[in-house]
Every structure is written in structure tokens, then in C-alpha cells.
């Protein structure tokens, strides 16, 4: 159980810098796009906050779990 929790756990801490870094490069496109339509920069700025909250609930089950893993 303590080895599943700790893959679980890694995963979903990937998982979550790689959606961090989606979020970052989302960002980068909202605020650098010059002549975009106003459909656009609504769907940057929806992604980015999307993945910018997937990211943070991946970190933090992810932390959980390897926390859980390591007590067991």
C-alpha cells in the first residue's frame, strides 16, 4: 500500500507541474497576443486559469498521497 500511494502520489505531482507549465504558456499567449478577437483572449484566459487550478489540486492530492505513503 505505502509503494501505490507514493506512484499515486508522483504521478499526480507530475501531472500537476505539467499543468502548471500549460497555465504558464497559456498566460504567456494572453498577454503577448497583439490582434486577437475577443474570442480569443476569452479562451486563453479561461485555459489558463483551468489548468492553473487543475495544477494546484494535482499538486496538492499528489503531496497527500506521498505524505499518506510515507506514514504508512
Known amino acids: 500500500m505505502k ?3 507514493g506512484i499515486i502520489g508522483l504521478i499526480a ?4 507541474v505539467l499543468s ?7 498566460r504567456w499567449g494572453y498577454y503577448h ?11 486563453l484566459r479561461e485555459r489558463m ?5 487543475i ?4 499538486g ?8 499518506i505513503g510515507s506514514k504508512c
Open 33 to 43: 497576443l497583439m490582434d486577437g478577437s475577443a474570442h480569443q483572449y476569452t479562451m
Open 55 to 58: 495544477g494546484i489540486v494535482l
Open 20 to 26: 502548471l507549465l500549460l497555465s504558464l504558456f497559456y
Open 3 to 5: 509503494k501505490l500511494f
Open 60 to 67: 496538492v492530492a499528489g503531496l497527500i498521497c506521498m505524505v
Open 13 to 16: 505531482l507530475v501531472s500537476g
Open 49 to 53: 486559469l483551468l489548468f492553473l487550478i
